[in-house]
């Protein structure tokens, strides 16, 4: 088969072994996966032959030993550790889900890490029905999720993001778009931020007594000063951070609330960038550069 390979020189197409699944595990012919901004960090560190890639979507072609997981045929999309960008992955069926005729597969790929994030982080924040709810870096691919998925909580949604990202922001559910944190006096019941440095302190002095801070990165790679004071007015307010490899939800049912959400309309995804896996390197440029909005999928 062929596989996508890290290597000195980069990312290249090679003949690699197929995989041999345990018993546990479904073997899928990938037909797309998507590229999450995270793996950007981990290429640049694994560059002796590592096979990357996590989120995919495609067919079971030998269904799994023990009995577990879909039947041959079946369209699935999965989150798998690594190995994910090539013709054929060995999946385990506890990381996998059937996609219902309703979702296409393209659609299907964005979801899995990305996607699964924004649900775990939203339940973080409680009952969030009439709830004021904030979220920066809301035009990513994980902010675009968290802000359909609040809005579907019962939140109030503010997003942070630039002018030009508010009609569609509001389309999607946001009541209020504003260019910083700064821009607004109301008080939060939930933030998730993902920004850091003086956007980070803003949140919290925008926080209710009592409210969730999660903590999903630090994009402005800025330090973030903290001290007790800065919680007067805000008292009892948690900061907590979120590790999609440490979330302890079952994948598989993560996946199945989500793929449901999109067949129903009730979720919806923006593809900045959808094009044949030969164009890997032009989708991993685009994404360190933010050349585009949303998720880059690739087809095999």
Known sequence: MKALVNTADGLV?????????????????????????GELALLAARTQDWRPGQDIAGVVVEPAAD??????????????EDSGWAELAAVPTARLAELPDEVDIEQAAALPLAARTALNTIRLGGNLVGREVLITGATGGVGEFLVQLAVLSG?????????????????IGASLVVPTVADTNSQYHLVVESVGGQILRDAIARTAPGATVVVLGTTSREKTPVD????????????????????????DADLGVLVELLASKRLEINLGLCADWTQIDDALDGLRNRTFHGKAVLTI
């Open 13 to 37: 197409i090679k003949t690699a072994a197929e995989p041999i699944p345990t018993a546990s595990q479904a073997l899928v012919a990938v037909r797309a996966f998507s590229v999450n901004r």
């Open 67 to 80: 009995g577990s997981g879909p039947a041959a045929g079946a369209r699935v999309v999965a989150l798998v």
């Open 155 to 171: 939140a109030r949604v503010t997003a942070v993001a630039r002018p030009e990202a508010e009609t569609h922001l509001r389309r």
């Open 228 to 251: 007790v004071y800065d919680f007067i007015g805000h008292e009892g307010v948690r900061l907590v951070n979120y590790m999609s490899y440490a979330d302890s939800s079952p994948i």
